[in-house]
């Protein structure tokens, strides 16, 4: 920065605190607007849960459930799935180590 005249230092430290604050703030405020202007409005996940048919329901549950967790399962000649409860427990492998 170039001075013009002379300007005592407790003058400039004031004034220059006074510019980099103004600047932060701008920052912020500029950072804020991009970010909400950037952020797509997001349906509300109950709302489409309702307007699906059952069956899509059906199938986007067992869909979710196999992720989780793999079940014993049948499918019958409808297309839809029962799962199966063993009487035994499902053994495990032992853990390797």
């Not at 489409?48 to 019958?76: G, Q, Y």
Request: no cysteine; proline share 8%; glycine share 2%.
């Amino acid at each position: 920065m170039k001075l013009r005249r002379e300007v005592d230092l407790q003058t400039f430290r004031e004034v220059t605190k006074e510019m980099d604050a103004a600047l932060d703030q701008l920052d912020r405020e500029h950072k804020s607007l991009t970010s909400e202007a950037a952020m797509p409005e997001l349906p509300d996940p109950s709302q489409a849960w309702e307007d699906l048919s059952a069956v899509d329901r059906r199938a986007l549950t067992e869909m979710l459930v196999d992720k989780i967790e793999r079940h014993p399962s049948k499918v019958d000649k409808d297309g839809k799935r029962h799962y199966t409860v063993p009487l035994h427990p499902i053994p495990r492998s032992p853990a390797r180590g």
